[in-house]
């Protein structure tokens, strides 16, 4: 009964390389969103959708992009990787309410 | 811009000795305060709400309090598995996009 689920758990991959991260929530919730953790812990959000309709992009390089299919899925694109990528990737997603409910991450390193 | 300030960064308890977590706040148009708690390798897991001054949230060993400027995680008695980093979050209006901004967590270690 996962809530908020993401697949890969752990990414391991050379810079260039394009890549994509997939969430998936089964809450009937109606936004999701991507945050990136970094490695002191700062979770900062990059996009969120609201029934499949782009709602907030934060300043993040084009070669992020994020795909969501129907309301239940968003999925991250990452183009041309670099170094700086590397951190844990976070999906959540939220019905009506506040609250806000998060994957378990995905871990993305840049060789 | 919305920000959010935690302190400490690291907090070291023998287990049953009490203490606060801080989070200082600048919002446009507080739309909640929110605290998460995060484990190793795992994600942030929701702990409590508050919307307005004056209002407290319990929840086994932890209550949250929330000022017009700052909000307080309490930990009474803490034990070993109360170890975790402590998020605090706030929700600004629509001028803020409605998001989330986190502050830097406060890690939490208890020793039994």
């Known amino acids: 009964d996962t809530a908020v689920s993401q697949t890969p758990k752990y990414l391991v991959t050379q810079m260039g390389n394009d890549k994509s991260i997939k969430c998936e929530q089964n809450?009937?919730?109606?936004?999701m969103y991507w945050y990136k953790q970094d490695s002191k812990k700062f979770l900062k959000i990059m996009f969120s959708?609201?029934?499949?309709?782009?709602?907030i992009n934060e300043t993040v390089p084009n070669r992020f992009s994020p795909k969501s299919p129907d309301k239940a899925h968003l999925n991250l694109h990452i183009n041309s990787l670099e170094l700086g990528d590397s951190a844990v990737y976070f999906c959540?997603?939220?019905?009506?309410?506040?609250?806000?409910?998060f994957g378990p991450g995905t871990r993305l390193l840049v060789l | 811009e919305d920000q959010v300030t935690q302190s400490p960064e690291a907090l070291r308890l023998q287990e049953g000795e009490s203490s606060s977590l801080n989070c200082s706040y600048t919002?446009?148009?507080?739309?909640?305060l929110f605290w998460y708690r995060q484990d190793p390798g795992k994600g942030p897991e929701f702990l409590f709400t508050?919307?307005?001054a004056g209002e407290e949230k319990e929840k086994e060993r932890l209550k949250a309090t929330l000022t017009k400027k700052e909000s307080f995680l309490h930990i009474t008695a803490p034990k070993p598995e109360d170890s975790a980093t402590y998020l605090c979050?706030?929700?600004?209006?629509?001028?803020?996009?409605?998001?989330?901004?986190f502050g830097g967590g406060t890690r939490v270690l208890v020793k039994p």
């Open positions: 959540a997603s939220r019905y009506r309410g506040e609250t806000q409910y």
């Open positions: 809450l009937g919730h109606d936004t």
């Open positions: 959708y609201n029934n499949k309709e782009l709602i």
């Open positions: 919002v446009s148009g507080l739309r909640g």
């Open positions: 508050l919307y307005s």
């Open positions: 979050a706030v929700r600004g209006g629509k001028a803020a996009g409605n998001k989330l901004t």
